[in-house]
């Protein structure tokens, strides 16, 4: 009896071990299972790829065959050499590892609801339109502020009053409240977009459209206000 719980511990962890080195291998790709994306972080645009729905970036090796690695792998890769670092009292190296860690990170979280949206297929232009939006999503535009992807439906924009044509995403939103916003306070609230706008303009934080364009104004509405639901008001 023993020796067969035991026995089939090991085989479990061995299956683990394998499923892991599997879980963390880069993923050998032909170039057409990549779609490329354009992600905003702060005012900066970056290149990312989607492997489905997994947010990463693409390599291509010397035999020009093309691999792909997920951020979050990349994620997890440097926050263990981090780890090493702290380990081994090495501060430079660690902050070194610390900002990969954290550029990654906030790759992932800007890029993967992008790649969940293709996924889904949920342009949210089409959420737009009634009958569009009863079919592919689960979710009725009316019911909600919010699309899974972390974009502001039709009727989140007029209740945040962001407009209409300007693309708001709460992901996006919270990488640059993370950038811009928290070295100084962690205010939360949930104002609208003209209501930031006015509240980030003046000194010390002298935000202005020249600075701080409308677009991540938008993004940062959209994270402000996450919580909010029309069935809870
Ligand atoms: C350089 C530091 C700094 C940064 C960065 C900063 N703030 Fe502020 N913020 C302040 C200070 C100081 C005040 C208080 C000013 C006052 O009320 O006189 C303030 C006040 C506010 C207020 C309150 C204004 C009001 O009308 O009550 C809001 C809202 C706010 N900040 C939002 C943000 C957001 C959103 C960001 C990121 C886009 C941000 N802040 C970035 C320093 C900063």
């Given at each position: 009896m023993?020796?067969?719980?035991?026995?089939?511990?090991?085989l479990?962890?061995?299956?683990?071990?394998?499923?892991?080195v599997?879980m963390?291998?880069?993923?050998?790709v032909?170039?057409?299972?990549l779609?490329?994306?354009?992600?905003q972080?702060?005012?900066d645009t970056?290149?990312?790829?989607?492997?489905e729905?997994?947010a990463?970036?693409?390599?291509?090796?010397?035999?020009?065959?093309?691999?792909?690695i997920?951020?979050?792998?990349?994620?997890?890769?440097?926050?263990?050499k981090k780890?090493k670092?702290k380990?081994a009292?090495?501060a430079?190296?660690?902050k070194?590892?610390?900002k990969?860690?954290?550029?990654?990170k906030?790759?992932?979280n800007?890029a993967?609801?992008?790649?969940?949206?293709?996924?889904?297929?949920?342009d949210?232009?089409?959420g737009?339109?009634?009958?569009?939006?009863?079919?592919?999503?689960?979710?009725?535009p009316?019911d909600t502020?919010?699309?899974a992807?972390?974009?502001?439906t039709?009727l989140g924009?007029?209740v945040?009053?962001i407009?209409?044509?300007?693309?708001?995403?709460?992901?996006?939103?919270?990488?640059?409240f993370q950038?811009?916003?928290l070295?100084?306070h962690?205010k939360r609230?949930?104002p609208?977009?003209?209501?930031l706008?006015?509240?980030?303009?003046p000194s010390p934080?002298?935000?202005?459209?020249?600075?701080f364009p409308d677009q991540?104004?938008?993004?940062?509405?959209?994270y402000?206000?996450i919580?909010?639901?029309?069935?809870?008001?």
């Open positions: 023993k020796h067969s719980c035991l026995h089939r511990l090991l479990f962890s061995i299956f683990c071990s394998i499923a892991l599997l963390g291998a880069k993923t050998a032909e170039e057409g299972d779609t490329e994306i354009e992600v972080i702060g005012s970056w290149i990312a790829w989607c492997l729905e997994v990463g970036k693409k390599k291509i090796k010397k035999n020009n065959s093309i691999v792909f997920p951020y979050d792998d990349l994620v997890t890769r440097f926050r263990k780890k670092a380990q009292n090495d430079i190296l660690k070194k590892f610390g990969k860690q954290k550029s990654f906030n790759l992932s800007a993967t609801p992008v790649c969940e949206g293709l996924q889904n297929n949920e949210p232009e089409q737009q339109d009634p009958e569009d939006g009863s079919g592919g999503s689960d979710e009725n009316q502020y919010f699309f992807n972390g974009d502001v039709p924009k007029e945040f009053e407009p209409s044509q300007t693309t708001a995403n709460a992901f996006v939103g919270e990488v640059i950038n811009t916003c070295d100084c962690e609230y949930r609208t977009m003209p209501l706008r006015q509240a980030i303009s934080m002298s935000f202005t459209e020249d600075v991540d104004l938008a993004d940062l509405t959209a402000l206000q919580g909010r639901s029309p069935l809870l008001e």
